[in-house]
């Protein structure tokens, strides 16, 4: 088998290098909504730097063609089938800034040319299967159209759900098809991608696929179980969440699809994006500060951030910072709870930052109107204020009710602002709870709370402000923090050797 495979790759030293194609819904520049696309726009980077050859592909978004990075027509179109009509796609091209990462873009204006990503005004796009059908069959074409040689095709929640599924039913005996091999990640199982049972036809595979044990889920087509069900490899974005997601408070439904798959399930956390996301260069901050001088730099971005935010310019009182989708994971019900009770009673100040259902977001606005001292609330998606959040805030919370591995808890840690969190997910990962014991060994770096309730949210608070008024505690927790090595060379490495682990799977089920 082995010999097969060096076949089709070429060997530089120590490393075998393999050509991986990622197929996505979002990458940073691009287009993004979450964590998706942080990732999606940065471990293609990466992983060039260890010597493989990456190929990036996603849907030429309105906001894509719009995000300022060079974007050229290629002249190449293509047809495929949806249902029972046929769609046309063009290519496009780019290149992944800070590299040589090739980027192909899927142009198809009736659906990709919209305000928004997969929804508008609180409802999903209606024609969200179709859309993604002919993404994933585009993804398939392009290998053919360009002569692609790919060995591993990556690819990344619900979205590209159906692409291992039609290598498997359509592609597989083609010859350029015949060695991919597929890696299916699971960024967020809430997200399923779940449509009626007639969209099936949508997807011209045969309607014998549409089982329990394939692509149906109580009735439904499923797309994430579809990946999940045909892709060679699972991971998902954190050890703590490959673990909870085969539990039945944490697997939505799929719970008993992922212990079926659990000898090829792994995590692996995703790292942080130096280049945007570094205190000593970044440039949004009224001061750039490293762990030798956060002490100057860090109370001038906390100046700055009040400022911004129309809150009192006080040194000594903690600033909470929250940024995030306003939604039920995120836990901003759990903030919305205690939050009267913090402003009226506690010198403490908010500055939130999120976007999303719109009844919560009406009571933030609300908060902030009523305690124009203490709480600030931008309903926004707003990069460069996240930015000045995560470098003037104190503290940063996120009480998520599962998090698959969050970014800005590391962000925070960069930036010397100490996360209070709940235990779960990539959160538990990354995040050491300050205890008598982890400060002895130095090992916190925040703090976390295990119960999805208020009152564990309420006494974490209580605990980190205590924590804050001894400097000397505060100043380790920074320290341990800032020190710490969130890089995406060490989350790259780990997605190389599972390149080479699916490579290996793929051909010996082939
Ligand atoms: P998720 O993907 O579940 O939304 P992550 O923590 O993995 O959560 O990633 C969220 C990313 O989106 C982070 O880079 C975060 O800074 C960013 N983000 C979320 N909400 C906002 C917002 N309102 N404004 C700016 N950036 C945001």
Not at 344 to 359: A, H, N, P, R, Y
Request: hydrophobic share 40%; with cysteine; net charge neutral.
């Amino acid at each position: 088998m082995l010999i097969r495979l060096a076949d089709s790759r070429s060997v530089k030293g120590e490393i075998l290098i393999v050509n991986i194609l990622l197929a996505t819904s979002e990458a940073v520049p691009y287009a993004k909504t979450g964590g998706l696309a942080d990732v999606c726009g940065t471990l293609p980077l990466e992983l060039a730097r260890l010597g493989h050859r990456p190929i990036l592909v996603l849907p030429a978004y309105r906001r894509a063609l719009w995000c300022g990075v060079p974007i050229d027509p290629m002249g190449i179109e293509f047809i495929v089938p949806i249902g029972s009509k046929t769609v046309t796609g063009r290519l496009l091209q780019s290149k992944l800034p800070g590299g040589e990462v090739p980027v192909y873009l899927i142009q198809q204006d009736q659906y990709y040319d919209r305000a928004e990503l997969y929804r508008e005004k609180d409802k999903d796009y209606v024609d969200n299967c179709e859309r993604f059908v002919f993404f994933c069959r585009a993804v398939l074409e392009l290998v053919r159209l360009l002569e692609l040689n790919v060995d591993l095709l990556h690819v990344n929640d619900w979205q590209t759900g159906l692409i291992p599924a039609y290598l498997k039913l359509e592609y597989r005996n083609l010859p350029r098809y015949r060695n991919i091999a597929t890696l299916f990640t699971i960024h967020n199982l809430a997200y399923q991608g779940s449509f009626w049972h007639w969209d099936m036809l949508l997807t011209g595979l045969d309607w014998r696929h549409f089982n329990w044990r394939e692509m149906e889920f109580y009735g439904k087509l499923n797309l994430m179980k579809t990946g999940l069900i045909f892709a060679d490899s699972l991971n998902t974005v954190s050890r703590r969440y490959a673990e909870e997601i085969q539990t039945p408070e944490f697997g939505f439904g799929l719970q008993s699809v992922l212990q079926h798959r659990r000898g090829v399930l792994t995590g692996i956390l995703n790292g942080v994006n130096r280049k945007e996301w570094d205190p000593a260069t970044d440039r949004f901050l009224a001061a750039n500060y490293t762990i030798e001088t956060v002490d100057h730099g860090k109370p001038i971005c906390k100046a700055a951030l009040q400022e911004k935010f129309g809150l009192p310019r006080r040194a000594a009182v903690p600033v909470v910072g929250v940024i995030g989708r306003i939604a039920h994971q995120k836990g901003f019900d759990l903030i919305a709870s205690i939050l009267p009770k913090w402003a009226e009673s506690e010198d403490v100040q908010w500055v939130i930052l999120g976007k999303g259902d719109s009844t919560l977001e009406e009571r933030f606005r609300r908060f902030a109107a009523q305690y124009p001292q203490k709480v600030a609330v931008r309903i926004d998606f707003c990069d460069d204020s996240a930015h000045l959040i995560e470098a003037g805030a104190d503290m940063f919370l996120m009480p998520s009710r599962f998090e698959p591995c969050g970014l800005n808890q590391m962000y925070s840690l960069l930036y010397g602002s100490v996360p209070i969190v709940r235990e779960t997910g990539g959160l538990a990962d990354t995040i050491v709870d300050t205890s008598e014991r982890t400060l002895v060994e130095r090992t916190a770096n925040g703090f976390s709370f295990v119960q999805d309730s208020p009152v564990a949210l309420n006494e974490t608070l209580h605990r980190a402000c205590a924590a804050y008024a001894r400097r000397d505690i505060w100043r380790q927790l920074i320290d341990t923090g800032m020190r710490q090595d969130w890089s995406w060379q060490r989350s790259a490495r780990q997605y190389a050797a599972l390149y080479e682990e699916t490579a290996r799977r793929g051909a010996a089920s082939a």
